[in-house]
């Protein structure tokens, strides 16, 4: 079982940043992936970023050279720096974790980008 407890979301302007972090209850060397989803009102969650447990990562198209995220195995942590964000960036953010072949989800942070 892995529970995960995200943090770091709000109310920013546009043009502004906000930083997600994602807190494993467990170890998460041995994860092979980690990920933040989004999901607007009305709309379909949606992959936002990836990382894998050797450090190799994805990401949506909207999210490339505005978005960053990182695993800190050591902090069992998984976090998302989010740069020039735009009004449409306004979400519920959700970690995701796939470990022994089973997902998990974290219960999801609000961001809300004002324009």
């Known amino acids: 079982q892995v529970q995960l407890v995200e943090s770091g979301g709000g109310l920013v302007q546009t043009g502004g940043s906000l930083r997600l972090s994602c807190k494993a209850s467990?170890?998460?060397?041995?994860?092979?992936?980690l990920a933040w989803y989004r999901q607007a009102p009305g709309e379909q969650r949606e992959l936002v970023a990836s990382?894998?447990?050797?450090?190799?990562?994805n990401y949506a198209d909207y999210a490339k050279g505005r978005f960053t995220i990182s695993r800190d195995n050591a902090k069992n942590t998984v976090s998302l720096q989010m740069n020039s964000l735009k009004y449409e960036d306004t979400a519920v953010y959700f970690c995701?974790?796939?470990?022994?072949?089973?997902?998990?989800w974290g219960q999801g942070t609000q961001v809300i980008v004002s324009s």
């Open positions: 995701y974790a796939k470990a022994s072949g089973l997902n998990y």
């Open positions: 467990v170890s998460i060397t041995g994860i092979a992936t």
């Open positions: 990382v894998t447990a050797d450090f190799s990562t």
